[in-house]
């Protein structure tokens, strides 16, 4: 096994909150069991993400900018390109980490000089854009969109700028926002933005004090920025390594292929790991690229009007069981019934080659499972289309299937132990989904997750 190629990655298969990051650390683990140095590679979003990750002595710590291996002391965690980081955040978070870990001993940090800045300039735009506009009304208030706007408008600054400080680029950018919300009668310097860790927002300040705020960020960052390419270069062909690949967000969320407009900035998809090596990775040579889903229900957060919607009494005790509140900004998540067109459509646009089905103990013995099988318009079937207009003409046609105990599901080890009606359940949506599971969790805790195939 030492001298095999190992990898694999991970993404949302639906609207996020699917609970990759819990699955990346057990890859971590099971790599690092097999004498591997292990290396989780992220490439894209920024601290609009959260992995909730519930430690051994049951304490939960919810990630946002750093992968989820991070804890771990052997691996090495890559903070991408097409990541979009806020120094300040990232910071506090390294921090944050190291208390909670009380060895102090984490992962190996190391932060792709490419990655792109997200600051309190970004933030402030983005609410002062709410005001304006609907598009961005969902969003978390990270300043992401802005953010990824910048490189397409080729002004972004870099982790690079950060190293060799350049004061003269950082100051046109702060006078650059400023320009931007005088325009929109919003005086930057007083405009409040979140930073992490802290309940109450704060000022952007003035250009002197968005400079100086940075400089001390980047002290204490600056050994976490390197020269990933080459790292990549050397590590990825080298069988000795094995990296297992975190995205954030979902495909749900991808700008082109989720509800739009309430969609992220970044490519959700395997895709992404292409340009974020700047072709070093070909997703296609990865071979276990599973799609996560939450297994019974599905969970939304932002202003889409998803076509299957649950606003019953089950949303809430569902909301309450599975504790649907948002990692980043705490907003009540919507609950809907698992939709078999989008996420069928999901997992074919973002290449995926598995499932892995999370939350298999959300379930309740006498309410069947209800599953949305088709759309129609007008008594037609129709497709999922990346546009809520599309989205708000489709009725969904459902199918029930029968449930299984909570309890039991919880205690099963093996594929045998786990419930016949759960089984069954797998059976239908592997092929629904014309997919094949590999691996269910029926709880929070680590050793509450079920190999299924070989994979
Ligand atoms: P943005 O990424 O902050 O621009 O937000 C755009 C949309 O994506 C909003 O509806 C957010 O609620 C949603 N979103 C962004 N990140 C996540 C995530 O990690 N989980 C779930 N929803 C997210």
Known sequence: MRNERINAAFCGGAYGDEGKGRIVDEY????????????????????????????????RI?????????????????????????????????????????????????????????????????AALKNWQEGSRGATGRGIGPAYADILLRHPLRMRDLVDFDEKKIRSHYKLYQALLDGLGVDIKKEKVPAYGLLQPIEVGSEDEFVQKLLVETKSIRLYIKDVYKYISQTWPDNKYAYVFEKAQAIGLDPRWGVYPDVTASDTTFEGFFSATDGLIDPNQIKIRAAVIKAT???????????????????????????????????????????????????????????????MDVAYPNIPITVCT????????????????????????????????????QKARYYKEIPKNARAFLDFMADSLSTEI???????????????TDK
């Open 28 to 59: 971590v683990n099971n790599y690092l069991m097999l004498g591997k140095n292990v290396i989780v590679y992220r490439d894209n979003g920024g601290a609009n993400a959260g992995h909730t990750l519930e430690l051994a002595d049951g304490q």
């Open 62 to 126: 919810a990630l946002h900018l750093l992968p989820s291996g991070v804890l771990n002391p052997n691996a090495t965690v890559i903070l991408g390109k097409g990541m979009v980081i806020h120094p300040g955040d990232l910071n506090t978070e390294i921090n944050e980490v190291k208390q909670v870990n009380r060895s102090k001993k984490i992962a190996t940090i190391m932060v792709d000089e490419m990655a792109v800045l997200s600051l309190d300039t970004h933030r402030a735009f983005e």
């Open 438 to 452: 590999m691996m269910i969790t029926t709880g929070p805790r680590r050793d509450q997750s079920i190999k299924i």
């Open 297 to 359: 229900y599905m969970s939304s957060v932002g202003t889409r009007i998803l076509p299957t919607i649950m606003e019953n009494n089950l949303a809430a005790k569902i909301r309450e069981d599975a504790k649907e509140y948002g990692a980043t900004t705490k907003r009540s998540r919507d609950i809907a019934y698992i939709d078999l067109p989008a996420l069928r459509f999901f997992s074919e646009v973002g290449r995926t080659n598995c499932h892995v089905l999370t939350h």
């Open 374 to 409: 088709r759309y129609e318009i007008d008594g037609e079937s129709v497709k999922y289309r990346p546009d809520q207009e599309h989205l708000l003409k489709v009725n969904a046609v459902y199918e029930q299937l029968p449930s299984w105990d909570r309890q039991e599901i």
